[in-house]
């Protein structure tokens, strides 16, 4: 059985155990409704299944997270607190990738988070639409342009995330 959050490639990595596009798969939560059986010889089968999430977080960075790397469907959530989370956390842990990523220069880099998303949201002529810019950063960081990253560290404590 595979199981797990939604949006991190159950499906994908069940069609390749098989070696047969049979399961469904698509760019955003929620793809696999139902479970389903993948037949990858006469005597292995592999049940797929829907994401799963936990009812409640613990805390609103777990949720800030999920939402970044799109485990939980766009429509839950708004996109100026995710895509701002985003911003400072790139700017934190990885700040030479989003330096790189909408050329900023060192003024830029010395912005606070909110700052910043103001001066890039003029700058991409989105006028004053922040949530525009904010949804730019979720989907930059969701397919890759702003390089490889991961949202938890070894030893990060519930402290960490708050």
């Known amino acids: ?23 469904v798969t698509g760019n955003k939560p929620g793809v696999t409704k139902n479970q389903q059986w993948l037949k990858a010889s006469d005597t ?8 799963i999430l936990w009812p409640k977080f613990e805390n609103q960075t777990v949720g800030k997270r999920l ?3 799109g485990a939980i469907a766009d429509a839950v959530f708004q996109e ?7 911003l400072e956390f790139f700017l ?3 700040p030479a990738e989003i330096k790189k990523a909408y ?5 830029d880099m010395a912005l606070s988070a909110p700052d910043l998303l103001v ?14 810019m904010a ?15 991961t949202l938890e560290q070894p030893g990060d404590t519930d402290d960490d995330a708050e």
């Open 103 to 107: 050329r900023l220069s060192d003024d």
């Open 135 to 149: 949804e730019r950063i979720i989907f930059d960081c969701r397919q890759g342009k702003l390089g490889r990253f």
């Open 1 to 23: 059985m595979c199981i797990g959050i939604p949006n991190v490639g159950k499906s994908t990595i069940l069609n390749r155990l098989v070696k047969k596009n049979i399961a």
């Open 80 to 86: 100026d607190v995710v895509g701002l989370y985003g």
């Open 67 to 69: 939402a970044l790397t």
């Open 119 to 132: 001066a890039l949201t003029k700058r991409q002529g989105f006028g004053e639409d922040f949530n525009r």
């Open 44 to 51: 292995f089968q592999i049940l797929d299944t829907p994401g």
């Open 92 to 94: 934190n842990h990885y």
